[in-house]
């Protein structure tokens, strides 16, 4: 497998990273893994004039269907057998969960080789969001999460992706939400770093974005793309042309606690990644979301939100957008979410300092509500328990270190102002 970064992992208690697929197979052969020439050259291969494959492809994004009864402009005779070859099932749904009042919908996704992975549908006053994942599990590592415990499956195919998208519009629209509602937005911060699957991401953008009938014609500014950290891929992202929004979990402005917060911060320190998130900014014109897990004790100081305001200050104004987001705790977690009044001074702090900054909501919080928790608790609940303590017992002794005021915080802080970009 082709890797799009070799990461410097310090050997140590620290969790591993892992970008090496757990799984080798690869799901069949699909209309949308190929690009508009491809997909003709297909039709072609198996028999047919190239133009069936837009036609094809209008069913798939316009009416979202891969039924051959609905398609009655393709010829009877091996309209079922054609369908099958060119859109042969690569997902099936196998658990639903409702929460927040029908408002929210989790659904439990099998992949052909059994594997799994979790989409989430939320709706909105004013839009409907899904939430979808790149891989199947996740070699980040991170120590919060459920679906860091297990490692990396595999990075799921861009038709994958998309299927996650077209049942969910499929769902969405029959009202599985509680009336028919349309799917204005995706998040990719379901399991897995979409950065990590780079080519699939790329490929499954186009397939949301792109105009029929090579796409769903969705808004790519309603589209966002996350990331904890993958510094080189962000500056790739940013030279697609693809104003899609950037997200940045963060989660700590400070190197000490973010190299066992977030592993590949071992790699790439938060200076070198915030730099590349305005990069990302200067180029695409998209205002960047920095996601911020509360965790009480851990990343909820006040100093720190000072720190951060400044990081992100430094750099200049208006080109970020901060979220703090309660932590909703894997089963087993030694950790919990930041306190009401600690929420609160973070936020405040930030606030005062210029930057824009918005509580995210938890949606599903009274299902599993963190990313990954789903599928992670499908296939073995003790097993993801008692890795997360494993993996949160190994780094809380170093993080202690962190969780105090650096004596030098007036200087850093002020070194800091300095710097100001002026705008
Ligand atoms: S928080 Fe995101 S990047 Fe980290 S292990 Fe979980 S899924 Fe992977």
Known sequence: MKKQVQPRVEKGPRPLLSFTEQRVGKPPRHLIDLDPEARRALLVELGYPSFRANQLLKHYFAHKTIDPEIMTDLPAANRAELVKKVFPPLITQVKTQEADGGDTVKILWRLFDGVVVESVLMKYPDRATLCISSQAGCGMACPFCATGQGGLARNLSAAEIIEQLRMNMVLAEAG?????????????????????NYKAVISSLHSMIDPLPHGFGMSARNITVSTVGMVPIIDKLADEGLPVTLAVSLHAPDDGLR????????????????????RYFVKTGRRVSIEYALIKDMNDHKWRAELLAHELNSRGKGW??????????????????????????????????????TVRDTRGSDIDGACGQLAAGTVNPENVAKRAIKAQQAVDERIAKHRHEPENLDSILSVRENDLVKE
């Open 176 to 196: 599985v939400l509680g009336e028919s509602v349309r799917i204005t937005n995706v998040v990719f911060m379901g399991m897995g770093e979409p950065l990590a």
């Open 259 to 278: 190299d066992d917060l977030i592993p590949i911060n071992s790699r790439f320190k938060v200076k070198e990644l915030l730099d590349a998130a305005r």
């Open 320 to 357: 970020v957008h901060v979220n703090p987001i309660p932590l909703n705790p894997t089963p087993g977690s030694i950790w919990t979410a930041a306190t009401k009044k600690s929420e609160t001074v973070f936020v405040e702090t930030l606030l005062k300092a210029g930057i824009s900054t």
